[in-house]
Each structure stands twice: as structure tokens, then as C-alpha cells.
């Protein structure tokens, strides 16, 4: 069973900072590129950035030069490093695998989330 558990959303001004965590169990962590999502109400979720089990990262072009994804394989957790926050940044944001985690069925694994709400 994989678990997924997002933390560190929050709200914040518009050019501000924020840093999310997240921690997975049940997968043998470094053997897996993991990516962080976000879904805007309404919206399909995308992937924002990614970064491989050797560590190479990858960005959507609306966060890059703002966002860093890093991975820390001994604690099993990957963060992501927000800044120069927009309003349009706002969303709930996941951590899955890249591409998500799935069970035998194919049905993919998700966790609740961080809510990240950027005022203007």
C-alpha cells in the first residue's frame, strides 16, 4: 500500500515563499522519479516539476526560475521550494510518482494534498 502525505500549504502574499514536504511509503523510494502536481478547482491536475531517482529535475515552463524540487532518499520525503508566488500559483498540491503510482488494478494512488493560496 503506498502512502502519500503532503504537508506545508498554507496562504501567503503574492511574491512570497512557501515549502512543501512530502513523504512516501511503501515504494522503494530511490529507485523512482517523483514529481509534485498541482489542481486548480475545475481544472485537470499537471505536473509542475520532477525530479529523476539520480536527481536531474524538470519544470513546467509557469514555475520555472520560481520552483525547486529536491529529494532527501533517506527520509523518503521530496520538498518543493516555492517562490515569487502568483495568484495563479494557487492550488492543491500533490506528490506522486512520475508517472503516479498505481495499484495492481491501475488504479493510482493519491494523497489529500497542500492547499497553497497566493493573494494578490
Known amino acids: 500500500q503506498v502512502q502519500l502525505v503532503e504537508s506545508g500549504g498554507g496562504s501567503v502574499q503574492a511574491g512570497g515563499s512557501l515549502r512543501l514536504s512530502c513523504t512516501i511509503s511503501g515504494i522503494t523510494f530511490d529507485t523512482n522519479a517523483i514529481g509534485w502536481y498541482r489542481q486548480i478547482p475545475g481544472k485537470q491536475r499537471e505536473l509542475v516539476a520532477t525530479i529523476s531517482k539520480s536527481g536531474s529535475t524538470n519544470y513546467a515552463d509557469s514555475v520555472k526560475g520560481r520552483f525547486a524540487i529536491s529529494r532527501d532518499n533517506a527520509k523518503n520525503t521530496v520538498n518543493l521550494q516555492m517562490n515569487s508566488l502568483k495568484p495563479e500559483d494557487t492550488a492543491v498540491y500533490y506528490c506522486?510518482?512520475?508517472?503516479?503510482?498505481?495499484?495492481?488494478?491501475?488504479?493510482?494512488?493519491w494523497g489529500k494534498g497542500a492547499l497553497v493560496t497566493v493573494s494578490s
Open positions: 506522486n510518482g512520475d508517472p503516479p503510482f498505481a495499484d495492481y488494478y491501475g488504479s493510482r494512488y
